[in-house]
């Protein structure tokens, strides 16, 4: 009998926000797969958790995922976690998962922290209809063709950002989607959790002067 893929959902930055569930899964699993085993060891031993880790990323992906799907089809158990938040969310995770279900695995999710949901709820703006677009293309072309297609999205629009191409982000929102409101979060649960609800020009202008730092999560109001 095949084993089981838990998709666990681990904290985003407060390691208090981890569920009963999560830890008594990650205790009783035969194996952790992780994007970065330095990073789960640290979420593991602060819960006293001895389950073996191993390495799960955007460049081992296809090698270590028939290795994984492998150890599920002799039975083992597998937690599947991400360096934060929820496994498949903008990280190879959704690969994994995929290769399961191509497989005849079963698998189950153990549900908790998202920063796109945590951001969301913090800004303020709509939440009955919205697009979650991810992280946009690091190309130039490409980022600007993508912000095109959102041009007339009417539900708020979230994207992840990362802090070298923040302002290159922002210049080109305001040039193809115009001066509308946006909350920009940093660092959610952590010690240094941050939002600015403004403009984007204003966010330009405070960025400048400000050099960003953290990860972000952008929330953009929709076309009105």
């Known amino acids: 009998m095949a084993g089981k893929l838990f998709i666990v959902s681990t904290p985003i930055g407060n390691l208090k926000d981890i569920t009963f569930r999560a830890i008594e899964t990650l205790k ?3 194996v952790i797969a992780c994007e970065d085993t330095r ?4 979420l593991v031993s602060h819960y006293g958790v001895t389950t073996p880790l191993t390495s799960y990323f955007e460049y081992n992906k296809i090698k270590k995922g028939r290795y994984l799907i492998g150890l599920l089809k002799e039975g083992k158990d597998i937690a599947l976690v ?9 990280d190879p995770g959704f690969k994994i998962i995929n290769l399961a279900v191509e497989n005849g695995i079963p698998i189950t ?3 908790g922290a998202c920063a796109f949901v945590s951001a969301l709820v913090f800004s303020g703006m709509p939440t009955d209809m919205f697009l979650f677009q991810g992280f946009l293309s690091h190309k130039k072309a490409k980022r600007r063709r993508q912000l095109g297609f959102l041009r007339q999205e009417k539900g708020t629009i979230i994207l992840y950002e990362s802090p ?3 302002l290159k982000t922002l210049g080109d929102i305001l040039d ?6 946006i909350a920009i ?5 952590k010690v240094f959790e941050e939002i600015l609800r403004l403009k984007v020009s204003r966010a330009i202008q ?3 002067a400000i050099p960003p730092r953290g990860e972000f999560v952008l929330i953009l109001k929709g076309e009105a």
Request: charged share 30%.
């Open 28 to 30: 009783e699993v035969d």
């Open 185 to 189: 979060t940093r660092e959610l649960t």
């Open 176 to 181: 193809i989607l115009g001066d509308r409101d």
């Open 206 to 208: 405070h960025f400048t």
């Open 164 to 166: 070298h191409r923040l």
């Open 109 to 111: 999710v153990i549900p």
């Open 82 to 90: 991400s360096d934060s938040g929820t496994p498949g969310i903008s």
């Open 39 to 42: 990073h789960t060891k640290s």
